[in-house]
């Protein structure tokens, strides 16, 4: 008797922990999914609403801008711009959040807060989930040299073209982030754009860079660039 109690102990054991296992691979690859495209849909159209509902300037009602003026910062934790890349499939369109805390990263990309900011002299630089949380960065490792990297922050249109193919290092090497990114073949400065995320596909060990550069800028008004309607 004792020994058909432990052996139907075990076989519960082992079912019950089976079944957590399955719960918690759901979880992570489908609930996690979920939440992450909600909240992200959900920071797009707020960033919309708020587009929308800004002021609009007319030609000859602006004054003069100061050098003293200067935009104001990115609020941490919250959306300012959105992401386009045409490789990953014309409806891709991720938000951008400033910071990369873990609860950022959960709602979009994250914006690194001491790098440039987007459009400005200097290296505008940008990490993403690869898997779980929506995936934004699953296909990562198909960017190619010349690849577009299209943002907006409602106003304007900035198009990056990509200078790499995915390069591999280690977590610790934020040389990849500097004004001119270290390894990135960039001379001086310039209007950079860096984005990292996680190597390998299911790991952490790694960090995959794209680098990039300004090739264009246009005003909203003016319709969607080339690099989205092509």
Known sequence: MTV??????LSEVCVTVGTLIVLFV???????????????????GELKDR????PVTTPGTASAPTRAERPRPYEAG????????????ADWAKPVLEGTATDVLKRGLGHYDRTARLGEVGNFSVAGHRRTY????????RLRP???????????WFTYRVDNRPYTTLPGDIGV??????????????????????EPEW??????????????????????PSALTG
């Not at 058909?4 to 102990?9: A, C, F, N």
């Not at 759901?26 to 849909?41: I, K, N, Q």
């Not at 919250?78 to 499939?89: L, T």
């Not at 790694?206 to 003016?222: C, E, K, M």
Request: proline letters at 7%; a positive charge; hydrophobic letters at 40%.
């Open 4 to 9: 058909r109690w432990i052996v139907r102990t």
């Open 26 to 44: 759901v979880y992570v690859l489908f609930w996690t999914g979920v939440r992450a495209d909600s909240a992200m849909d959900g920071e797009i």
């Open 51 to 54: 587009w929308a509902a800004a």
């Open 78 to 89: 919250r959306a300012f711009a959105v992401m386009h890349i045409p490789r990953f499939g």
């Open 134 to 141: 929506g995936d934004p960065f699953k296909d990562f490792p």
């Open 146 to 156: 010349g690849d577009a990297v299209v943002l907006t922050d409602g106003a304007t």
């Open 177 to 198: 982030i500097d004004p001119v990114p270290r390894k990135s073949g960039f001379n001086g400065p310039g209007r950079y754009l860096t984005l990292t995320t996680c």
């Open 203 to 224: 790991g952490h060990s790694h960090r995959l860079i794209i680098w990039a550069h300004l090739d264009s800028t246009q005003p909203v008004a003016r319709g969607r």
